[in-house]
């Protein structure tokens, strides 16, 4: 894949697949290096054998809810290509899920450690060397409509995302003197693993019954808005939700009560595509 133009660097966080992965994608073509982390080293050499980028592309098999994952990889960045401007914190599960009164408060922590406490490490280390850079940066973190309504997704989910809405604003504004913008997606329903774990008819009953607009949500476009958040085109948004969701906001979602209907019948723990299993406990009836 050859750059259009030697640029800058972007680190990408749950790169190894679906919406990270689509991303360095983009930054590839637009002429990035770029540093992916995941947990998922099998979706890590999958990346690194389709795209032909070596000189441009590393990847890192790093656990982002951990510090020491965080800082290796911002390192890896500096060290391998001078700096950091664009991080986008990305990696994410569906997490714990079930009936409030049955959900553990180990599964509850672990959801927001992987999708929250990630986004907050993500943004100290890429901002330290973004700061000591000179040169300001961007920073996108992955919401979700889940973080603004009550029917998107299950509970400690949708509390994570919130989470990440509200950083993004407090850091937008902290870190706007140093010229470094944050940001947030929201995806609606995109068609990743995490979302159709292999049923595709699974998406595309939202697409069909509550999704206003007609074309399936991908990765793609996803990583198209990222990529506007990430270059100078959008030098003056910070602190921004960006929903990207097909209109379903506008159309009020209770995607909890059609299509995970089902997850009132059971509770456990969803550890997305890490390469860990999940596990589900059935509720009596
Ligand atoms: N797919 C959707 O419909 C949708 C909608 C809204 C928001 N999102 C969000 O988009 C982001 C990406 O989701 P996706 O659909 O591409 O999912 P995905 O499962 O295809 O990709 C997520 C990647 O993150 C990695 N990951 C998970 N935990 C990690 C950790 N602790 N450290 C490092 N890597 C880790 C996984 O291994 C996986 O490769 C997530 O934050 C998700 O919550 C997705």
């Given at each position: 894949?050859?750059?259009?133009?030697?640029?800058?660097?972007?680190?990408?966080?749950?790169?190894?697949?679906?919406?990270?992965?689509a991303a360095a994608e983009r930054f590839l073509r637009d002429g990035?290096?770029?540093?992916?982390?995941?947990?998922?080293?099998?979706?890590?050499?999958?990346?690194?054998?389709?795209?032909?980028?070596?000189?441009?592309?590393?990847?890192?098999?790093?656990?982002?809810?951990?510090?020491?994952?965080?800082?290796?990889?911002?390192?890896?960045?500096v060290e391998s290509f001078g700096g950091v401007d664009v991080m986008?914190?990305?990696?994410?599960?569906?997490?714990?899920?079930?009936?409030?009164?049955?959900?553990?408060?180990?599964?509850?922590?672990?959801?927001?450690?992987?999708?929250?406490?990630?986004?907050?490490?993500?943004?100290?280390?890429?901002?330290?060397?973004?700061?000591?850079?000179?040169?300001?940066?961007?920073?996108?973190?992955?919401?979700?409509?889940?973080?603004?309504?009550?029917?998107?997704?299950?509970?400690?989910?949708?509390?994570?995302?919130?989470?990440?809405?509200?950083?993004?604003?407090?850091?937008?504004?902290?870190?706007?003197?140093?010229?470094?913008?944050?940001?947030?997606?929201?995806?609606?329903?995109?068609?990743?693993?995490?979302?159709?774990?292999?049923?595709?008819?699974?998406?595309?009953?939202?697409?069909?019954?509550?999704?206003?607009?007609?074309?399936?949500?991908?990765?793609?476009?996803?990583?198209?808005?990222?990529?506007?958040?990430?270059?100078?085109?959008?030098?003056?948004?910070?602190?921004?939700?960006?929903?990207?969701?097909?209109?379903?906001?506008?159309?009020?979602?209770?995607?909890?009560?059609?299509d995970l209907a089902h997850l009132r019948t059971m509770s456990g723990?969803?550890?997305?595509?890490?390469?860990?299993?999940?596990?589900?406990?059935?509720?009596?009836?």
């Open positions: 894949m050859p750059p259009t133009e030697r640029r800058s660097t972007a680190v990408v966080t749950g790169g190894g697949g679906g919406i990270g992965r990035y290096s770029v540093v992916v982390g995941d947990l998922n080293p099998d979706r890590g050499r999958e990346l690194i054998a389709e795209l032909d980028a070596a000189d441009r592309l590393r990847f890192l098999e790093v656990d982002v809810s951990v510090e020491s994952g965080t800082e290796a990889l911002i390192a890896h960045a986008f914190n990305n990696a994410g599960i569906g997490g714990a899920f079930g009936p409030i009164t049955e959900q553990s408060v180990e599964e509850w922590d672990a959801t927001f450690a992987v999708n929250m406490r990630s986004v907050f490490l993500g943004t100290k280390h890429a901002a330290r060397a973004m700061i000591a850079g000179g040169r300001g940066g961007s920073i996108v973190n992955t919401a979700s409509i889940a973080g603004s309504t009550g029917g998107g997704g299950p509970q400690a989910y949708s509390a994570t995302k919130a989470g990440v809405l509200s950083l993004t604003k407090t850091t937008a504004v902290e870190l706007a003197p140093h010229r470094v913008r944050v940001n947030a997606v929201s995806p609606g329903a995109i068609y990743t693993e995490l979302l159709h774990r292999g049923r595709p008819e699974f998406t595309d009953s939202w697409r069909e019954q509550i999704q206003p607009w007609p074309d399936r949500g991908t990765a793609e476009a996803i990583a198209d808005v990222v990529a506007w958040l990430a270059s100078d085109e959008a030098r003056f948004v910070t602190g921004a939700e960006v929903l990207a969701d097909g209109g379903v906001i506008a159309a009020a979602p209770r995607l909890v009560d059609h723990m969803a550890w997305g595509n890490t390469g860990r299993a999940a596990e589900v406990r059935r509720l009596p009836e």
